[in-house]
């Protein structure tokens, strides 16, 4: 008992005095000064005075001086990026032990919302939990520039990506694309669907499944947009596309849930849509695991492609990691990185053109032939209409 | 042995002890037990093991090592480490919750039952603020001057904590709540204080040790919460912690998942017997109202 | 129970001097309350103002107008309903299986057992737990290909995983253990006397239940249930991915505004989150009122 009071007079002072160390410390303590970077104040955008030029054509992946003041900073942050995603985790251990540089992986799971809300929640922060660069859906690119959130950079191989997958000022820039596929677990599905109105025929009741809330996820939505251009409709006319899962509600064949790689080996969700990078992903890791030869088919109408674009936070604590990441993400090193986790990268007819690509890779790339790509406000009007409409519309609603 | 508070119908003390046993011999106490009591338990067991079976079942259909996930997790260290940090954050997380609950629930039963309602609704407040909004509200907080906690690896561990003590208060209080229900809490106190103790030793002597299936309770149920928790961790870039480890398992692996969940489920068991074996230390609940 | 000298609820104890007055009593919450809005209020502060916000930043009181339109009328309805079903019924369950172990003379180590089941139990939620049932009572899960062998076919009679009806089932893995650990402490209060007693005056066990044992533990199993509540009503992971969103609950179309791939209205999620505040608030209220009245014949 006595023991207890003295315990407990010491651990109070001694618990607020951690409390009011930590908070008095100075900021950046255990990051690496950044004084040969010059970087500003937390919270001013990063700008030119850093030792890369950022106007132009960048420095390139190997520009010593940019590569001197990243180190100099020790550490990148980065959001959303799942290691089986366009094979990011070969991109990140490269980067790590290219650059000798840590990366600090927030949320792999995190949506655009949420990458978005992280960079402004985190704007006076200088620590660990704010992300240093985004990749995002599309739409998300001009609206993070209007607000602010973004800090213009153009790659040394800036002059490579297509106009219409970036911004003319270098604030946001396309980085990969895929089309939808079908994602069949051959061990239940016999007769493997060829093209979207296959998806209809009775053989396949209760087989069909998304891999994502049509209402919130990219994948999801952008599954009945590619309907729709298969079903009579076009870039200007998604509404096909409810009409199609409509139907495929009412004959059973569509599943209500979520639809991921284990649902797919086990069965449960035999068909699902899905960018081809993703699928052939799982096929490849389902088939190391000794899981059912998994087959992902491009139907042979309604190819549509899709789009995500990169950023650079504007209150990036890190500002020239950040940037030495775009750089290598957008060399040759980096796209063939992106190709062989089967996602086409933003370069990629650039990258044929100069026979950047070992050979056994590009066979092994999905043919996509005839895909199309929405613009921007193609593709915002589209999302409305989809996720205004889908509960009423294709009214999985279930009692 | 006196026991008239506790007597239906006032009769004499020690009038008990001299009732024969009679009436309750035809359901004797520690044998073999009530069979709707076994009914009822082999009910719940089924449905609980049966969805776990399952899982252990999708987790082996991997060929030809069947147990090729189980493997691939049990290699890798950061699962081990990502399990360590969080149960030790899960322990301090625990004792900052009880310090704080503890007595309030104490206080208001017993000196301020108007300012229930109150209390009960702020316990219940976790639930509806969602997980996302709390991690960057709590980021905005502490990331500007004057407390800048989160550039630091202590004050973000601070911060994670002080989170995980707030999701831990609707299950703590309640869990404790019901544990003073159960005893006299306002005898227990004045006899107390007509022996001399302080609050605090009322607290720590009297109380305390009268809610042991409570503070166990709430104990697990804090214990589980921190493990299994990731968005408040991600975000927090603690990425030491169990749960963005499951995070960066990738969502799209077909069998490591189940048995990463089988395993997590198994560990956290075992810490939680633990922590049960723990707690059994001193015996004895004190009672100054009624008999044992 | 109470002896017959029991001080009023109001007052202040006996033995305590007279120096404290009420009016400062509610200082004693003061460390409850400065952390609750250190790291609960003052971040939710965001989510409060956001509620007044449109997506061009402006203010504006148009999200909570929203509220009634569309799908989130619905969305709070079933809500409401799941959460209230899986309270009840996770409740009335968990209350039996917390007996059988507790006061059914099963041996001491089922107890534990269970207790430190129910720990893990309890937060085994979200994608594992969904995915547990679908291995489990999906279309190809284990059970359903053998309840098929054994001639019968629950997808045949209508069952569906994904059904609000599903959704109840796999709510219920952690709500059952949920209220085993709450209510335990309350059926160990339950003194072996007060049985003796009761079967002494030659009650049978039902009356003993009835008019003994379930009075003293309402209050207890009321405060139990309201948590059970609370916990369904904050929970989406688990329906989310069972469902995809095709159930309309309200943390999952919150999280389809804040959180998704798609540009939304914050503001709008976080008015239905403060519409969540509101409803536990009543709820809070009318659970008052039926405490008050299961306690009242405890004090008098």
């Given at each position: ?399 | ?292 | ?55 061009d930043d402006q203010v504006t009181l148009q999200n909570y107008a929203d509220l009634s339109t569309g799908i989130i009328p619905g969305a709070f309805l079933t809500t409401i309903e799941v959460s209230l079903v899986t309270a009840v019924g996770g409740g009335l369950f968990g209350l039996l299986l917390a007996y059988s172990v507790i006061l059914g003379g099963l041996p001491r180590i089922l107890r534990t057992a269970l207790m430190t089941f129910s720990g893990v139990a309890s937060n085994f939620a979200g994608v594992p737990l969904a995915l547990a049932f679908t291995f489990t009572l999906g279309q190809l899960g284990f059970l359903t290909v053998i309840l098929r062998d054994l001639g019968f076919d629950p997808y045949q009679s209508g069952f569906r995983l994904t059904s609000k009806l599903g959704v109840e089932l796999v709510y219920m893995y952690f709500q059952f253990p949920l209220m085993v650990l709450i209510i335990a402490p309350a059926l160990d209060g339950l003194r072996r006397e007060w049985r003796e007693a009761a079967e002494n005056m030659g009650a049978s066990p039902r009356q003993y239940w009835q008019h003994v044992a379930l009075p003293i533990l309402t209050p207890s199993i009321l405060g139990a249930m309201i948590l059970l509540f609370g916990n369904a009503f904050g929970a989406q992971a688990t329906a989310f991915q069972l469902t995809g969103g095709t159930l309309n609950l309200v943390p999952i179309v919150i999280g389809a505004q804040i959180r998704g791939d798609v540009l939304h209205n ?35």
């Amino acid at each position: 008992m006595f023991k207890n009071r003295a315990l407990t007079r010491t651990l109070i002072p001694l618990a607020a005095f951690a409390f009011v160390l930590s908070a008095c410390s100075s900021p950046g303590a255990t990051s690496a000064p950044s004084a040969a970077s010059a970087a500003p104040s937390q919270a001013a955008p990063s700008d030119g005075a850093s030792a890369a030029p950022s106007n132009g054509g960048g420095a390139g992946a190997e520009d010593p001086a940019l590569i001197a003041a990243a180190q100099a900073e020790g550490t990148l942050t980065t959001i959303a990026l799942p290691h089986d995603w366009c094979n990011y985790g070969e991109t990140i251990e490269t980067f790590k032990s290219k650059y000798q540089l840590d990366i600090n992986e927030l949320d792999p799971n995190a949506g655009s919302g949420d990458e978005i809300e992280a960079i402004k929640a985190n704007k006076d922060n200088p620590g660990p939990q704010a992300p240093d660069v985004i990749d995002v859906g599309l739409s998300f690119g001009p609206s993070a520039k209007e607000e602010g959130l973004l800090a213009p950079y153009k790659v040394a191989t800036w002059d490579t990506i297509p106009d219409d997958a970036k911004d003319s000022e270098g604030y946001w820039w396309g980085d990969y694309y895929g089309v939808l596929s079908f994602e069949v677990n051959t061990a239940v599905v016999a007769n493997v669907p060829q093209d979207w109105a296959d998806l209809l025929k009775p053989e396949y009741k209760g087989q069909v499944a998304l891999a994502g809330d049509p209402r919130t996820s990219n994948q999801a939505i952008q599954s009945v947009y590619a309907a729709a251009l298969a079903n009579g409709g076009s870039l200007d006319d998604p509404q096909p596309g409810l009409d199609f899962f409509k139907e495929l509600n009412e004959a059973g064949n569509l599943l209500p849930g979520i639809a991921t790689a284990a649902t797919v080996a086990a069965g449960e969700t035999p068909i699902t849509i899905r960018w081809t990078y993703n699928a052939l992903s799982n096929r490849d890791t389902t088939a190391a695991s000794g899981g059912p030869a998994i087959e992902v088919v491009v139907p042979s109408s309604g190819r549509f492609a899709g789009v995500y674009v990169q950023g650079i936070s504007a209150f990036a604590p890190h500002p020239n990691a950040a940037k030495l990441w775009q750089e290598f993400l957008y060399s040759d090193e980096g796209q063939n990185i992106w190709l062989k986790g089967y996602c086409h990268p933003i370069r990629y007819e650039n990258l044929v053109e100069t026979n950047a690509v070992p050979a056994e890779q590009l066979a092994k790339l999905p043919d996509v032939e005839g895909a199309v790509f929405p613009s921007l406000d193609q593709l915002n009007a589209a999302s409305e209409l989809i996720t205004e409409n889908w509960d009423a519309e294709v009214g999985l609603n279930i009692q | 042995m006196t026991a008239p508070s506790t007597s239906i119908d006032g009769r004499a003390p020690g009038a008990l002890e001299a009732v024969p046993r009679a009436a309750t011999a035809r359901r004797p106490r520690r044998s073999f037990g009530n069979p709707i009591a076994w009914l009822i338990f082999i009910l719940g067991a089924l449905y609980f093991i049966v969805p776990l079976v399952g899982t252990f079942f999708h987790s082996i259909r991997t060929r030809p090592d069947i147990f090729l996930a189980y493997r691939q997790v049990l290699d890798d260290p950061k699962f081990f480490g990502g399990l360590a940090y969080s149960f030790t954050v899960g322990v301090i997380t625990i004792v900052v919750s009880l310090l704080i609950i503890v007595p309030t629930a104490y206080w208001v039963r017993l000196r301020v039952p108007r300012l229930r309602p109150v209390v009960e609704f702020v316990t219940l407040m976790p639930f509806v603020i969602p997980p996302v909004v709390l991690v960057f509200g709590l980021i905005r907080v502490y990331s500007s001057r004057p407390l800048v906690l989160t550039a630091t690896d202590l004050g973000s561990d601070m911060i994670l904590v002080g989170a995980y003590v707030i999701l831990s208060f609707p299950y703590m209080y309640r869990a404790v709540d019901t544990g003073l229900a159960a005893i006299d809490v306002r005898s227990l106190t004045e006899a107390a204080q007509s022996l001399g103790s302080g609050w605090a030793r009322i607290l720590w002597r009297v109380i305390f040790p009268n809610l042991r299936t409570s503070l166990l309770s709430g104990a697990f149920l804090t214990l589980a919460i921190v493990i299994g928790e990731y968005t408040i961790a991600n975000f927090l870039a603690r990425t030491d912690a169990f749960g963005p480890y499951l995070s960066l398992l990738g969502r799209n692996q077909p069998y490591t998942p189940a048995a990463v969940s089988l395993i997590s489920f198994g560990l956290t068991w075992l810490a939680m017997i633990a922590i049960a074996f723990l707690g059994r230390g001193a015996r004895g609940r004190v009672q100054v109202a009624g008999a044992r | 129970m109470a002896s017959a000298a029991q001080p009023l609820e109001q007052g202040a104890p006996a033995a305590r001097p007279a120096r404290r007055r009420f009016g400062w009593a509610w200082l004693g919450l003061l460390p409850f309350f400065v952390f609750s809005i250190a790291f609960m209020f003052l971040p939710a502060t965001w989510l409060v103002l956001g509620s007044f916000r449109n997506s061009d930043d402006q203010v504006t009181l148009q999200n909570y107008a929203d509220l009634s339109t569309g799908i989130i009328p619905g969305a709070f309805l079933t809500t409401i309903e799941v959460s209230l079903v899986t309270a009840v019924g996770g409740g009335l369950f968990g209350l039996l299986l917390a007996y059988s172990v507790i006061l059914g003379g099963l041996p001491r180590i089922l107890r534990t057992a269970l207790m430190t089941f129910s720990g893990v139990a309890s937060n085994f939620a979200g994608v594992p737990l969904a995915l547990a049932f679908t291995f489990t009572l999906g279309q190809l899960g284990f059970l359903t290909v053998i309840l098929r062998d054994l001639g019968f076919d629950p997808y045949q009679s209508g069952f569906r995983l994904t059904s609000k009806l599903g959704v109840e089932l796999v709510y219920m893995y952690f709500q059952f253990p949920l209220m085993v650990l709450i209510i335990a402490p309350a059926l160990d209060g339950l003194r072996r006397e007060w049985r003796e007693a009761a079967e002494n005056m030659g009650a049978s066990p039902r009356q003993y239940w009835q008019h003994v044992a379930l009075p003293i533990l309402t209050p207890s199993i009321l405060g139990a249930m309201i948590l059970l509540f609370g916990n369904a009503f904050g929970a989406q992971a688990t329906a989310f991915q069972l469902t995809g969103g095709t159930l309309n609950l309200v943390p999952i179309v919150i999280g389809a505004q804040i959180r998704g791939d798609v540009l939304h209205n914050p503001g709008l999620g976080y008015a239905m989150a403060m519409g969540m505040v509101a409803i536990m608030g009543v709820s809070i209220g009318l659970y008052t009122i039926l405490q008050r009245r299961a306690e009242r014949w405890l004090r008098s």
